[in-house]
């Protein structure tokens, strides 16, 4: 494959989209929705897009547009406009939806679970597989997962404070991990006293040293 996975930091960066289609103007949700400044150049948006915060330009200013831009979303069934906004796009990056290849930056379908996000791409092969796959991936992730999330963020501070080895650490991790007690607790939605057992755990072995 000649595409890997990274993640781009997309508070405050500017996003410009062509087109104001299907495609368009989820690209543009999805850039909101992580914080990102979107403007789009084409004939109408709806009312949700301009509410959270979406701006709608002339297919004209094109060229400003893309002056503005840190990352250019290429979506619109106009061939002829999309190869041009292409070609004054060559210093900054972009996403082609209808050329893939010609762009360098790929959106994959992606879903948040509490802090987790979860991304697939097929390689351009099948993106309506990747849809289904995301659908089924989503409904085998549970509420106990996103909470061992939590429990192993909250012990992954607390052993940064009194474990100086890093090998140590991670041996404490497991050990939280498989530890059945806990594992009821978190059954039980019990996550304060979840809590309480891995500070005694940690804490413990600290005093004991
Ligand atoms: C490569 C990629 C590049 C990029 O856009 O960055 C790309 C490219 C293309 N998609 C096309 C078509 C469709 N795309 C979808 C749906 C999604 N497309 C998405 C991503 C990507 N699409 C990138 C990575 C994909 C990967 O490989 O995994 C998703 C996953 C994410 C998102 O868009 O948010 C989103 C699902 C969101 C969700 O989870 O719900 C459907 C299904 C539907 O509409 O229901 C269809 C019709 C069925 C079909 O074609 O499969 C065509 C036109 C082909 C043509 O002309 O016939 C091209 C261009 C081409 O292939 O040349
Ligand atoms: N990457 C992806 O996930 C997908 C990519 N595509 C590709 O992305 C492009 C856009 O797809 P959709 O948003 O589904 O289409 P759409 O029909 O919903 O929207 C197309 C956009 O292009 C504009 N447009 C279309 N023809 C035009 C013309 N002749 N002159 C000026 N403006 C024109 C429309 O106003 C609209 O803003 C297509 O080229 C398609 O092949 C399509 C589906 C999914």
Redesign the pocket.
């Known amino acids: 494959m000649d595409w890997t996975a990274l993640y781009l930091k997309t508070s405050a960066l500017k996003v410009f989209i062509l087109g104001t289609g299907e495609?368009a103007t989820?690209?543009a949700n999805?850039f909101l929705n992580h914080g990102a400044i979107v403007k789009l150049a084409g004939n109408s948006i709806n009312e949700e897009l301009s509410k959270n915060g979406a701006e709608l330009y002339s297919t004209d200013d094109v060229d400003d547009l893309v002056d503005w831009s840190d990352l250019v979303v290429i979506a619109s069934g106009d061939r002829k406009l999309s190869d041009y906004v292409a070609d004054i796009s060559k210093d900054k990056l972009v996403?082609r939806?209808?050329?893939?290849d010609n762009g360098d930056i790929?959106?994959?379908?992606s879903f948040n679970i509490g802090d987790i996000e979860i991304s697939?791409?097929?390689?351009?092969?099948?993106?309506?597989m990747?849809?289904q796959l995301?659908k089924r991936i989503q409904s085998i992730i549970t509420e106990d997962d996103i909470l061992e999330i939590e429990l192993q963020d909250y012990s992954r501070s607390l052993l940064k404070e009194y474990v100086s080895n890093q090998k140590d650490r991670r041996d404490y991790l497991y050990e939280i991990f498989e530890n059945e007690e806990i594992q009821e607790l978190i059954k039980s939605r019990k996550i304060d006293e979840a809590k309480s057992v891995i500070f005694e755990l940690i804490q413990g072995d600290f005093d004991d040293t």
């Open positions: 495609v989820r690209r999805k996403n939806a209808d050329f893939p790929i959106v994959p379908t697939i791409f097929t390689n351009g092969k099948s993106p309506l990747a849809k995301r």
